[in-house]
C-alpha cells in the first residue's frame, strides 16, 4: 500500500471516532440538560471543538438524535461549514490515493 492509501485509511478512522465522541456529547449534554437544567453541562466551546477537528458527522447525526442546540444558527453554521471541509479533505486525499495528481 502507499503513503496515501494509509492516510485515507488513517483519515476516515479519525472521523468515525470523532464522530462518535462528538455524537455521545451532544446526546449527554442533552440528557445534562434535562436531568441538572443549566447546573453541569458540556461547555458549548468543547462541544463546537470536536465539530470543527472531525466530529462533524456525529454533531449533525447527535443533533437530529438529541433534538439538540437546534436553534443555535452558530451551531448549524458550524456543522455545516466543518462537514463541507472535512469531506472536501477526504475527497483530496481520495484522489491522491487514486493518483489523479
Do not use: P, W
Not at 468543547?46 to 462533524?56: I, P, Q, R, S
Amino acid at each position: 500500500m502507499t503513503f496515501q492509501q494509509y492516510l485515507l485509511i488513517g483519515y476516515v478512522i479519525y472521523l468515525i471516532i470523532m464522530s462518535l465522541i462528538t455524537m455521545f456529547l451532544f446526546i449527554k449534554d442533552k440528557a445534562m440538560a434535562k436531568q441538572n437544567g443549566n447546573e453541569v453541562r458540556i461547555k458549548e466551546k468543547t462541544l463546537l471543538g470536536f465539530t470543527c477537528f472531525g466530529g462533524a458527522i456525529g454533531a449533525f447525526i447527535g443533533r437530529i438524535l438529541a433534538h439538540h442546540k437546534t436553534n443555535k444558527g452558530y451551531f448549524s453554521f458550524t456543522i455545516i461549514v466543518s462537514l463541507l471541509l472535512q469531506v472536501a479533505v477526504l475527497g483530496l486525499i481520495v484522489l491522491k490515493a487514486m493518483g489523479a495528481f
